[in-house]
């Protein structure tokens, strides 16, 4: 394997995820997925949280790749309304299946795992203190919206119908005015 050793497991592992319909990694599978053995793996993974660790970081990196083209500026220099639209945006347009969301469900149980989500979202979702009431809570009303709208597209559990998106978009829009910017 070339320098892109590690992406390549990587993106082998959550290939596994996705053929498994969001089951379990192992390090015998993910090595077989891409072609190596074990111990060629455990040379890049020594461990199999290791391993997940990487996949969350990767999965996690993917999206704030995703917000960071939608934001289209440093994240440093956006406003909470213009971080927290960005990814509305990105949870209601971009393509996002069971793997996405067994990564980001499986944290729930690791706090290693965890830390990597909150490390990579804290700068986007969290809201300043002194952040009108009115205006916290339509950020994050839709912040959620967007979060239901993913997870539900992602596990393919009671996805949203194609003829009501417009309308979820719509909303989604309602809820981020900025007020302030009038």
């Known amino acids: 394997m070339t320098g892109n050793a590690k992406r390549q497991i990587l993106d082998g592992a959550l290939d596994l995820l996705r053929a498994e319909g969001g089951g379990a990694i192992t390090l015998a599978t ?6 190596l053995t074990k111990p060629g ?3 890049h993974f020594p461990t199999k949280e290791a391993l997940m660790l ?10 704030e790749q995703l917000l960071l083209d939608r934001l289209g500026q440093p994240l440093e220099t956006a406003s909470p309304h213009q971080r927290i639209r960005a990814y509305v945006e990105v949870a209601l347009a971009a393509e996002f299946d069971r793997a996405d969301f067994a990564i980001y469900s499986d944290a729930l149980y690791r706090e290693a795992l965890t830390a990597a989500w909150v490390r990579r979202f804290e700068g986007w979702l969290d809201l300043p203190d002194d952040l009108p009431a009115a205006a916290r809570g339509r950020l994050t009303a839709a912040r959620l919206l967007a979060d239901g709208y993913w997870m539900a597209a992602a596990t393919d559990v009671f996805p949203a119908q194609a003829q009501d998106r417009a309308q979820v978009i719509a909303v989604a829009e309602e809820l981020l005015k900025d007020e302030s910017a009038s």
Do not use: C, T
């Open 54 to 63: 990487g996949v969350v970081d990767h999965v996690a990196a993917r999206w």
């Open 30 to 35: 993910a090595a077989k997925q891409v072609g």
């Open 41 to 43: 793996l455990m040379y």
